[in-house]
């Protein structure tokens, strides 16, 4: 048997210019080789399978290098490059902290330290997991890391840099590497297929990049075992069978039943996913990042955020035009919702049953919580009588009978459209949604002037604003009015606000109820009870009245002096009733405050 290498170690970048995904790392250190600026120690912190441990490889190789490029580069055929690749170097160290993490392991490598290379200009140690070193370690460590020879250089790798010391970390020079992003991981692994002769689509290769969660090293791994079951020839469905991942198409076909409100075809589509063996969790938290990636395709500065195939931005591209704004943001609440609740729930598969028949009433949802909600600084008319029949939104072309997904694929034909990109303009939304389900849904969004409206996903709450929809409005009356008052008036425990309340004024204007009073106090008071008397005026059938306390200050006496403090409202007090001005003084009483 030959001697076979993992995709990770056999193409492990040699030089910064291979590294994928970390031109803002490899750039400074070129530089930083450039102009001579060696710092003593270095931090990389990243996640797993980035190119820490790589970068720094290159970086000790390179700072040992006899005949460095001119874009500082190593070359790789000195004594000191080809002593490195083949592990023979003197120079560079390689540790790992996690089994040398006592403080003896750091005393060993002190004592290392104090010699000088032999060969080259730099002795580097390369310490892997650094966090895991113990505290006694870590601070056996700081005098070396903070003055070192000047032959020496530390380059500290690790995953949890929160675990690190803040003395480790304020001796270092820190590069944070980022997650590699899914192009980049694409692009890697097309010249890996070109390399060793193997045919792979570009969506089996988006998909193990996705899979890989920003890891190159995953990526590399994953591709390795897709590459063996399948021979040589990596397709879609193949990466999908051995990923166990849900297909795209799974959501968006669940998305246009959920559109055209056919629950029944919706649960049908979930049923097929659990017999193929997935869990409900798995399909809904797809489906809620596929209704993530519809919000992000309605706007071109957020269309370059999903990270897809052209393929399959075009499909949401096309879809995002169709879904109403209200219906996607709600949509998302649900899935995410559904999420959440989902390890507390007994009933696993019934909860995710539930948010299905949720979403596939949502747009009836958000016609219903449709309020007319005015203001007396801007009454704006209805665009409907009270009672015309409003249509309900047309959603024919989205109504399809139940055919297996498998059998839907083989039968699906893209239309070819051109997907836009970041640079190109893009129509907005008003612009692209259709004249049918989308533009209506739209309609019934409520807008109120900035204010939103919470969605109430309660059955209960809808059939009782239906049941509000089909009264018919009351017209009040100034008679009417006064009798409503007075018998609301009376209820009122307080005898302070019921007298308030006895003395104003009603008039009637329009659709607003006005008031007069000469005194804030009166005006707050009035306006603690309005809410209970709208409520009592819409229990009558009086719907969409509104009540304006307003105060004339005409009326208030400003040449009256307000008592204030203690001592004022005594001596009004007094002044008021002689007998207990006579009673403080017999009993000799005073203010203590």
Not at 134 to 152: D, R, V, W
Not at 474 to 496: N, P, T, Y
Request: charged letters at 20%; aromatic letters at 8%; hydrophobic letters at 40%.
């Amino acid at each position: 048997m030959s001697n076979y290498l993992v995709s990770a170690r056999k193409y492990r970048p040699l030089q910064f210019i291979d590294v994928v995904g970390q031109e803002h790392i490899t750039t400074t250190l070129k530089n930083a080789l450039r102009n001579g600026h060696i710092a003593q120690s270095y931090l990389f912190n990243g996640p797993r399978g980035v190119g820490k441990t790589t970068c720094a490889r290159i970086l000790a190789k390179t700072l040992n290098c006899y005949n460095p490029t001119a874009d500082m580069e190593a070359c790789g055929t000195c004594d000191s490059c080809t002593s490195f690749q083949n592990a023979a170097s003197f120079n560079i160290f390689e540790l790992d902290a996690a089994s040398n993490n006592t403080v003896e392991g750091i005393r060993s490598l002190i004592e290392q330290v104090r010699f000088a290379p032999q060969q080259g200009k730099y002795k580097v140690y390369i310490i892997d997991e650094v966090h895991m070193l113990s505290t006694a370690a870590f601070n056996a460590f700081l005098k070396t890391l903070e003055e070192p020879p000047s032959y020496a250089v530390f380059i500290l790798a690790t995953t949890e840099k929160h675990k690190v010391l803040p003395t480790i970390i304020s001796r270092c020079q820190v590069f944070d590497f980022s997650r590699i992003q899914i192009p980049a991981m694409v692009q890697h692994l097309k010249k890996i297929c070109t390399i060793e002769g193997l045919q792979a689509d570009e969506r089996a290769l988006h998909l193990i990049a996705e899979k890989a969660d920003g890891g190159l090293r995953d990526a590399l791994s994953i591709f390795d075992r897709i590459a063996g079951y399948t021979q040589g020839s990596i397709t879609f469905q193949a990466v999908l069978q051995n990923l166990n991942v849900l297909d795209y198409d799974y959501f968006f076909n669940t998305t246009e039943a959920l559109l055209a409100q056919d629950t029944t075809q919706a649960l049908l589509y979930l049923n097929e996913i659990i017999l193929a063996g997935f869990e409900p969790e798995d399909f809904i938290d797809g489906l809620a990042q596929h209704f993530r990636n519809l919000l992000f395709a309605k706007n071109p500065a957020t269309f370059a955020l999903i990270q897809h195939t052209e393929e399959v931005l075009q499909r949401y591209y096309s879809q995002a035009a169709i879904c109403p704004n209200a219906f996607v943001i709600s949509a998302m609440s649900i899935a995410n919702d559904c999420a959440l609740q989902y390890k507390q729930a007994t009933n696993k598969q019934l909860l995710v049953e539930l948010a299905l028949v949720k979403l596939a009433h949502l747009h009836q949802i958000i016609k219903v919580e449709k309020l007319n909600i005015s203001s007396p600084e801007n009454t704006v008319e209805k665009k409907n009588p009270p009672n015309a029949v409003v249509n309900e939104p047309s959603v024919q072309q989205y109504q399809t009978s139940y055919v297996p997904l498998q059998k839907e694929k083989e039968n699906t034909v893209l239309a070819p459209q051109k997907v836009p990109t970041i640079t190109e303009n893009v129509a907005t939304n008003e612009q692209v949604e259709t004249e049918t389900f989308a533009q209506k849904a739209e309609e019934t969004e409520p807008t109120t002037s900035g204010k939103t409206l919470r969605l109430n996903l309660s059955m209960d709450a809808i059939l009782a604003n239906k049941n509000n929809e089909t009264k018919e409005n009351k017209r009040l009356d100034k008679s009417s009015l006064e009798k409503l008052w007075a018998k609301f008036v009376a209820k009122i425990e307080s005898q302070a606000v019921k007298s308030t309340c006895q003395e104003i004024t009603l008039e009637l204007e329009e659709k607003t109820i006005v008031t007069v009073v000469d005194s804030t106090l009166k005006q707050v008071q009035i306006r603690e009870e309005v809410a209970s008397f709208i409520a009592q005026l819409s229990a009558e059938g009086y719907n969409a009245y509104l009540f304006d306390v307003q105060i004339d200050k005409s009326l208030i006496n400003t040449n009256e002096k307000i008592p204030f403090t203690p001592y004022e409202k005594m001596e009004v007090m007094k002044e008021e009733n002689p007998a207990f001005s006579d009673f403080i003084q017999k009993f000799q009483l005073s203010l203590l405050y």
